[in-house]
């Protein structure tokens, strides 16, 4: 493409849009200001415009293979950050915000900071660490806590690690490789455990948007019921829970009555099942019995 038909940024669709000012290195009070300019406008050189255009029709190749726009430019904005995401983890979705949100809710309420001096809590499954740094952030000046974060993946766990860097700075948080709590001592315990496992039954596959698919299947799905992962989280959690302490997670709208029922199996002295916005049940609330 040459400099005299190079394209208007104003002509580019929302998504093209994105994929533009991350392929050109430009922010979007850059764009706001340049609207009507030209691409080539917008750069230093010939050179500098052949090199940000060519990367542009890079992300514009995988877009239409089915790779989300988050991962093709390598970031996504969750609750109040802007997180590093790429195709080793799960991009976050609106509703793991609502779980930051009770996660948040549930600490002020039943962990008075008053009466707890340090607050031990686990995200598990972490992934980018989108919900764990999330929550830390938002209690940090408020309780002194202490963070654990694993994940079976170790492409996963260096992104939750630059994650906590880029956003908690020299935080002392603990990131550890783990198969759900395998790795942990019998009687390491936290006060809140967080999640949100792969839950996405393999019968609904074929259902996916090619962009999902395009996800780790390890974070996405969680056996033919999937419940694979979920079962072994409520039976093992109950060991790592501090008396009255709670495990929270994300779940399928599908498995409500089958969570409540290993929930009580498990003998968990409290089960509440609680609906996302969209008023569909989409949250987990276990509480361990002292």
């Not at 033919?224 to 779940?251: C, M, P, Q, T, V």
């Amino acid at each position: 493409m040459m400099p005299n038909d190079s394209l208007k940024t104003a002509n580019l669709s929302f998504e093209e849009r994105l994929l533009f000012l991350s392929a050109f290195e430009l922010s979007i009070n850059d764009y706001l200001k340049n609207y009507n300019k030209s691409a080539y406008e917008l750069c230093s050189s010939a050179y500098d415009y052949q090199k940000k255009y060519k990367r542009y029709q890079t992300y514009l190749k995988k877009r239409k293979e089915g790779i989300s726009v988050p991962a093709i430019i390598g970031k996504k904005d969750f609750y109040k950050h802007t997180f590093t995401v790429n195709s080793h983890v799960l991009i976050p979705r609106p509703e793991t915000e609502e779980l930051v949100e009770l996660a948040i809710y549930l600490i002020k309420k039943e962990f008075p900071k008053s009466s707890y001096r340090t607050l031990n809590i686990l995200d598990l499954c972490t992934g980018s660490g989108v919900i764990g740094i999330s929550v830390f952030d938002e209690l940090k000046d408020e309780y002194n806590l202490n963070l654990t974060m694993s994940d079976k993946s170790k492409r996963a766990l260096k992104v939750a690690a630059v994650n906590v860097k880029n956003i908690l700075g020299n935080a002392d948080i603990q990131i550890m490789e783990s198969d759900l709590f395998n790795v942990f001592e019998k009687n390491r315990q936290w006060d809140i455990i967080l999640s949100n496992p792969p839950y996405i039954p393999l019968k609904y596959k074929s259902t996916l948007q090619r962009e999902v698919l395009s996800e780790p299947a390890m974070a996405l799905f969680g056996g033919d019921d999937g419940l694979k992962l979920i079962k072994r989280i409520i039976k093992e959690a109950k060991y790592h829970l501090s008396d009255n302490g709670f495990l929270l997670f994300e779940a399928d709208i599908s498995q409500k009555d089958a969570i409540q029922r290993l929930s009580e199996a498990n003998g968990y002295g409290k089960v509440e099942i609680i609906n996302d916005l969209t008023m569909r049940p989409r949250f987990a609330l276990l509480k361990r019995s002292s």
